[in-house]
């Protein structure tokens, strides 16, 4: 045990200095590592005598790790070295596995967008569920990147996994069965309500804000569009400011706060808009969505719902002892600055949403259609 403690340590101890380091935090903040890392061996030696049952290690160090990084980034993890390739490819794939998009939650992995025609859209996911674990391996309290791994792995090599997921709306945990199966990334559609278009994008690519100025050329003219941001994260950042320069029109500008350097900034025009714009947004509204909702504000814009997910982040990996740590290098901020990491983008009205009903839209549609939107708490 004295060996495997002593690499706790020293990976704590590397692990935090990297930490300190990567975020900026002020030069006193270095000096109290060691006073950590006694507080750590305390803690493990305190767990490991008085716990019933016998507690790994291992499962102790990755927990320590996990949770500094993320008390640093929320988004951030630390992989180790043998699992470290797996996660890269999964962040490089064009498609996520199943077509299922997570981030984390109450110590849960999230479900944060199903994209339409995918395995996880065919076997009844939701935006906004919990899964508790991924081929009877549990993934609670467990980091993220792990759900990650597990769901890539099982599409290419087993070509099935079974999720049981949580969702109060339907009573509990339920089991959900996914299967392998050829999908492709969806387009930005529009759906008309009495005469305000309501438009989804999916994907906020390049291709999507060439696609959604076509899908809006029949509305010139009109007096409102609604943005439906619920269920969306995937795209890129550059992107999604070139969607709300096509939706709101004119000039857009976000600035981007960055870990190192100087901080820099987004820049899309679009022709000019004559229209009021309305977004719903949600926490199932995530990364680029959340730089488009920003963005779209930025043009007057009133968005309508609840917080979102609350990470716009691009990360790099920094290599440590025995593994790598994610850390946040550039990211965005709210209009008074606050970051969007670990928490989201205030809506200018709460509704809460509705299983039986969508209040957000409707709400979205009375303020587009002339209703001035409530300010919120």
């Known amino acids: 045990m004295g060996r495997r403690l002593a690499f706790v340590l020293v990976s704590f101890l590397l692990v935090t200095a990297v930490v300190v380091v990567a975020s900026g935090a002020a030069p006193e903040a270095s000096r109290n590592l060691y006073k950590l890392m006694g507080v750590l061996g305390q803690v493990v030696s305190l767990v490991r005598s008085s716990y019933v049952d016998e507690v790994s290690v291992e499962r102790i160090e990755l927990g320590a790790t996990t949770g500094l990084v993320e008390a640093a980034d929320p988004g951030g993890s630390w992989v180790p070295d043998d699992l470290a390739p797996a996660f890269e490819a999964v962040r490089t794939r064009p498609l996520p596995p199943f077509g299922l998009v997570l981030g ?54 087993t070509g099935g996994v079974e999720l049981n997921v949580v969702d109060a709306r339907f009573g509990g945990e339920r089991k959900v069965r996914l299967g392998k199966a050829p999908y492709a990334l969806p387009g930005p559609g529009v759906t008309v309500h009495g005469q305000t278009p309501v438009i989804r994008i999916p994907i906020l690519s390049a291709a999507a804000a060439t696609a959604v100025e076509e899908l809006l050329r029949p509305f010139v003219g009109t007096e409102s569009v609604v943005v439906d941001l619920r269920g969306t994260a995937l ?77 716009t982040a691009t990360r790099r990996p920094i290599a440590a002892d025995a593994g790598k740590v994610w850390l946040a290098e550039e990211w965005f901020a709210a209009g008074d600055g606050t970051a969007i990491l670990g928490q989201g983008i205030k809506p200018d009205e709460v509704v809460r949403g509705r299983a039986d009903s969508d209040p957000v839209l409707q709400r979205a549609l009375e303020i587009a259609r002339g209703a001035r939107p409530a300010k919120a708490a």
């Not at 065919?122 to 009877?136: C, D, K, M, S, T």
């Not at 990364?287 to 979102?308: D, F, I, K, Y």
């Open 235 to 311: 795209g890129s950042p550059a992107d999604a400011v070139k969607v709300a320069a096509v939706v709101a029109g004119g000039a857009v500008e976000l600035q981007v706060q960055r870990r190192a350097g100087a901080n820099g900034v987004l820049r899309a025009r679009g022709g000019e808009r004559g229209w009021k714009v309305v977004a719903c947004i949600d926490p199932t509204t995530g990364q680029a969505a959340e730089v488009l909702a920003l963005a779209l504000r930025s043009r007057g814009a009133a968005l309508v719902g609840g917080e979102t997910y609350g990470d």
């Open 104 to 157: 984390k939650r109450a110590s849960y992995p999230f479900i944060l967008q199903v994209i339409e025609g995918s395995p996880a859209a065919a076997a009844g996911l939701l935006p906004g569920q919990l899964v508790e674990r991924i081929g009877g391996e549990p993934v609670r309290a467990r980091p993220l990147w792990r759900a990650l791994v597990l769901l890539d792995h099982a599409e290419r090599v």
